[in-house]
Nanobody, 126 residues
Framework: QVQLVESGGRLVQAGGSLRLSCAAS????????MGWFRRAPGKEREFVAA????????SNADSVKGRFSISRDNTKNTMWMQMNSLKPGKTAVYYC???????????????????WGQGTQVTVSS
C-alpha cells in the first residue's frame, strides 16, 4: 500500500509561481511512475504531468507546457511540480498519483494510476 500526501497549495496571484510537493510512503517509490492531476470546480479530473520512475522521462499536458515542470527525488520519496505563470481562473484541487510498483513508464491515463492523495487546493486570483 502507498500513501500519498500533497502539500504546497495556497492562494496565489495570477502570473505567480507555486511549488507542490507529494510525499510518498513505502519502499517502492523508485519503481513507480508518478503523476499530477487536477480537478477544477464542476469539471472532470484531468492530467497535468507525469514522470517515469527514474525521473528520466516526463510528460506534460499541452495546457501547461513551458510553465509547469515535474521532478522527483527517489532518495526522499518525494515528487514536486513547479508551476509558473499561473493563469487567472485556474483554481483547482491538485492530486498526486502513483502507479503500481514496477510500472515505471509515464502515462496520461487516469485509470492507470492506482494510488491517489487527498489533494491540495490551488486558488489563482486575478
Amino acid at each position: 500500500q502507498v500513501q500519498l500526501v500533497e502539500s504546497g497549495g495556497r492562494l496565489v496571484q495570477a502570473g505567480g509561481s507555486l511549488r507542490l510537493s507529494c510525499a510518498a510512503s513505502g519502499r517502492t517509490f523508485a519503481s513507480r511512475a508518478m503523476g499530477w492531476f487536477r480537478r477544477a470546480p464542476g469539471k472532470e479530473r484531468e492530467f497535468v504531468a507525469a514522470i517515469s520512475s527514474s525521473g528520466g522521462s516526463t510528460s506534460n499536458a499541452d495546457s501547461v507546457k513551458g510553465r509547469f515542470s515535474i521532478s522527483r527525488d527517489n532518495t526522499k520519496n518525494t515528487m514536486w511540480m513547479q508551476m509558473n505563470s499561473l493563469k487567472p481562473g485556474k483554481t483547482a484541487v491538485y492530486y498526486c498519483a502513483a502507479r503500481l510498483g514496477g510500472r515505471s513508464l509515464v502515462t496520461k491515463i487516469r485509470g492507470e494510476y492506482d494510488y491517489w492523495g487527498q489533494g491540495t487546493q490551488v486558488t489563482v486570483s486575478s
